[in-house]
C-alpha cells in the first residue's frame, strides 16, 4: 500500500511510492534503504516512510 499522507504533510509511504519518486525499482530502493544509502527513510512498524522534500533535497544535492 503505497500512498502520500492526506494531511498535508509530504510523506510518501511504502518502498514502492518511495522508488516511483527517485526513479527506482521496489528492489533498488529497498536494498538503497537497507545498504544505508537513504538515511532520510526511516521504519515505522513494517513500513518505510520518507518526507518527499527531504528525499528531493537529497537527490539534487548530489547532482550540484
Not at 503505497?2 to 527517485?22: F, K, M, R, S
Not at 537497507?34 to 544535492?61: C, D, N, T, W
Request: hydrophobic share 45%; charged share 15%.
Amino acid at each position: 500500500m503505497a500512498n502520500t499522507n492526506p494531511d498535508g504533510l509530504d510523506l510518501i509511504w511504502g518502498v514502492e511510492a518511495i522508488g516511483n519518486l527517485i526513479g527506482r525499482s521496489y528492489q533498488q530502493t529497498y536494498h538503497m534503504i537497507q545498504s544505508g544509502h537513504l538515511p532520510m527513510v526511516k521504519q515505522v512498524g513494517e513500513r518505510y516512510v520518507a518526507s518527499r522534500a527531504k528525499l528531493i533535497a537529497f537527490f539534487m544535492e548530489d547532482a550540484a
